[in-house]
């Protein structure tokens, strides 16, 4: 079945930087669009960043000019490079994926922690 693994997540002072990947694996269908969400407790998953096949990429606006998302298609990957963390940015960060069979997915989260 198709799975999302997430790598990267942990404790950084605010300033600081984080990437986090992301791996999908098990289907042999096209990937189209590849985002990052965030979600703290008590709160709507957020839609961070996204790219989609042939590279158009968009960003919320609270991590535009400091969050920049890549990926590569040959690999099945989605990065997220994370500079000048702030305390608010502290979430479980999720990958997401849409396949050419439609269907959603998710990796199973990522806790990223900006504190001093």
């Known amino acids: 079945q198709v799975q999302l693994v997430e790598f990267g997540g942990g404790l950084v002072q605010p300033g600081g930087s984080l990437r986090l990947s992301c791996a999908v694996s098990g289907s042999s269908l096209s990937i189209n669009e590849m985002a990052w969400y965030r979600q703290t407790p008590g709160a709507q998953r957020e839609l961070v960043a996204g790219?989609?096949?042939?590279?158009?990429?968009w960003y919320s606006d609270s991590v535009k000019d400091r969050f920049t998302i890549s990926r590569d298609n040959a690999a099945n990957t989605v990065a997220l490079q994370m500079n000048s963390l702030k305390p608010e940015d502290t979430a479980v960060y999720y990958c997401?994926?849409?396949?050419?069979?439609?269907?959603?997915?998710w990796g199973q989260g990522t806790q990223v922690t900006v504190s001093p």
């Open positions: 790219v989609t096949s042939g590279g158009y990429t």
């Open positions: 997401y994926a849409t396949l050419a069979n439609a269907r959603v997915y």
